[in-house]
């Protein structure tokens, strides 16, 4: 039981017809996704978030969502798939894919706190508000 | 887009990974 999670996290939790404001947190099993591994598809991840390469309204929520820190303490594994033409950076300058990412497996926010990583950027064609 | 697609599915195919592989995709794309 995750006792401090947010609205968003305690609803993968929530039994039809309880309240969401008398729930004591997020309820999830122990294994929390441990041994499955998670492709996210997006503008790839800032593991470590240094604020200075983040320059985007996504950034911003995604930094004030994940804390700064909220790869660091990941349980599961993190991997880098590139395309043969991508460089090999680990970043992601957008901060989009950092944030949802999180939602995955973040510590705080995540909803499958052992899951694996596996980071894929995709190219966006439209912007999206999370 | 198609180009993703590929290597995730060569990833998930060359660790037989088959049934513990879960993808997202959580940005709309070309």
């Not at chain 1, 996290?9 to 591994?37: E, N, V």
């Not at chain 1, 969502?65 to 090999?88: A, D, K, V």
């Amino acid at each position: 039981m995750q006792q401090d999670a947010r609205d968003e996290l305690k609803i993968f939790s929530q039994a039809r017809g309880a309240r969401l404001s008398a729930l004591p947190g997020y309820a999830y099993d122990a294994r929390g996704g441990q041994g499955i591994t998670v492709y996210v598809m997006d503008t790839r991840i800032n593991p470590d978030h240094p604020v200075s390469t983040l320059n985007s309204q996504f950034a911003l929520v995604s930094v004030r969502l994940t804390h700064l820190q909220e790869f660091r303490n990941m349980q599961g594994s993190l991997r880098w798939l590139y395309l043969p033409t991508e460089p090999h950076i680990k970043s992601d300058a957008v901060g989009h894919g950092t944030c949802t990412t999180s939602k995955v497996v973040g510590p705080a926010f995540g909803v499958a706190k052992s899951a694996n990583i596996v980071v894929v950027k995709i190219q966006p064609v439209v912007k999206c508000l999370i | 887009m198609i180009d993703a697609w590929g290597i995730v599915a060569a990833d998930i195919a060359s660790k037989d990974m088959r049934a513990k592989a879960v993808v997202l995709i959580t940005l709309s794309s070309e």
